[in-house]
């Protein structure tokens, strides 16, 4: 309640912008040997990253949504947000086959020939580690670069979503100080200007001209 204008959007450039670092400590930065206690460490870095980069849709997008957006156009609004982001997520894995095989030098399959056969084995195909640096590599560069854009794009939000905010809220304030019906206008409604935060959470006040 402290700061109502930017503390959802500030947790959610957060959230967003400590993904980098992590998926870069992860890619880049941990030992590609099979050991238990490396594979101690990865869980506990995916764990890490989970918790930390799971806060945009509670903590900011929707949250915000139903503040601003009219009662009517909520549910178009939600599922907007949700199949265009699936859709752009959809995309994720066939451009990072494309980047790893262009840019980052990987070719053939994955696994080896003999993965599948012998998979339940102790005999199975040594690691291919320069494929394994390829596709981490390319989805390296398919979450840096998308969650760095991400966080700069929020920043707006910063400067539109206390005018929004405060145009929602108006009907609400001006039917409370001046009598249910007033807020749809009218010759009775009186006129007035934007509402602005006092600093105290979620109270606002209206400039009227009578």
């Known amino acids: 309640e402290k700061y109502p204008h930017h503390g959802r959007v500030a947790l959610v450039q957060f959230s967003v912008g400590i993904g980098v670092p992590l998926s870069v400590l992860i ?17 506990a870095l995916m764990l890490l990253k989970g918790v930390l980069t799971s806060w945009a849709g509670p903590a900011c997008n929707n ?5 601003i957006v009219p009662p009517d156009m909520r549910n178009l609004v939600y599922a907007f947000d949700r199949s265009f982001e699936g859709a752009i997520s ?9 980047a790893a095989e262009r840019w980052f ?25 320069p494929k ?31 005018r929004d905010r405060a145009r929602a809220l108006r009907p609400q304030v001006v039917d409370i100080l001046t009598g249910p019906g007033t807020s749809g206008g009218g010759a009775d409604a009186p006129p007035y200007k934007p509402l602005y935060g006092d600093g105290g959470g979620d109270r606002l006040v209206a400039k009227t001209e009578v």
């Open 63 to 67: 949250p915000v949504f139903a503040e």
């Open 132 to 162: 394994a640096r390829a596709l981490g590599d390319a989805m390296l560069l398919f979450m840096a670069v998308p969650w760095t854009l991400c966080t700069l794009f929020y920043t707006g939000l910063h400067w539109s979503y206390p």
């Open 27 to 43: 890619m880049r930065g941990m030992p590609l040997t099979a050991t238990p206690a490396t594979a101690v460490m990865y869980g």
């Open 105 to 129: 030098g990987f070719s053939g399959v994955a696994g080896g020939e003999q993965a599948c056969e012998n998979h339940n084995t102790m005999a199975g195909p040594e690691p291919d580690l």
């Open 90 to 98: 959809a995309l994720g894995a066939p451009l990072v086959g494309m």
